[in-house]
């Protein structure tokens, strides 16, 4: 699709970062349609709790999209719990074959605190290198900055805010209010 017909879709930053037993998933709040920031402090990022069974989930694109995404990351959870890489790989296979999901514009990225996975609508689960994810407009901004510092200190929270705000800095879709949710095992 042309990025005219989805003027929003390149904008927002989500970063899931893996570090000291814990994982942190954060999102920026700005919503953009085109080049006009229409509200600043949404929630990207939200804790599903299927059947006692917690899961971090962040996405970026359509909003709509993604919350039928979320929904039907939650159904598979519940048919199959505690087993995360199993419920979204059943996800990304119906996204890439259903024919009303297929055009669905949106990534997740999710956890349960052991597993950080990406879920994409080409059918792809990632887990991916370095254990950190990212997505949206300035996830490659997040990431680098995120693989700079994983070496330090720094808690895994502390990375994850520290590569948003160096990402809010240099893209203009995302800004500096986050919602952060930490999830360990």
């Known amino acids: 699709m042309a990025d005219d017909q989805f003027p929003g879709w390149h904008g927002t930053t989500i ?3 893996k570090k000291g037993g814990e994982v942190v998933i954060a999102g920026d709040g700005q919503v953009s349609l085109g080049p006009t920031v229409i509200k600043g402090t949404a929630r990207k990022v939200r804790r599903l709790s299927p059947g006692g069974y917690d ?4 996405f970026a694109g359509s909003t709509a999209d993604a919350f039928t995404l979320l929904e039907r990351l939650e159904s598979k959870l519940e048919a199959t719990p505690g087993q ?5 790989v059943e996800l990304a296979k119906d996204w890439r074959t259903d024919k009303y999901l297929q055009k669905l514009e949106a990534m997740l990225i999710v956890t ?3 597993e950080l996975l990406v879920i994409t ?7 991916p290198e370095h254990n950190i994810a990212a997505i949206g407009s300035g996830g490659n ?3 680098a900055a ?3 510092m994983m070496d330090s200190d720094k808690s895994a929270e502390q990375v994850a805010r520290d590569a948003m705000a160096i990402a809010a800095d240099i ?8 919602t952060i949710e930490t999830i360990s095992k």
Do not use: M, P, Q, W
């Open 112 to 114: 349960d605190g052991s």
């Open 15 to 17: 970063i899931g970062v």
């Open 121 to 127: 609508g080409a059918g792809d689960v990632l887990e």
């Open 141 to 143: 901004f997040a990431l």
């Open 84 to 88: 995360l890489a199993r419920a979204s």
């Open 55 to 58: 899961v971090v989930a962040g």
């Open 171 to 178: 893209c203009v879709y995302t800004n500096g209010k986050l």
């Open 146 to 148: 995120a693989r700079a």
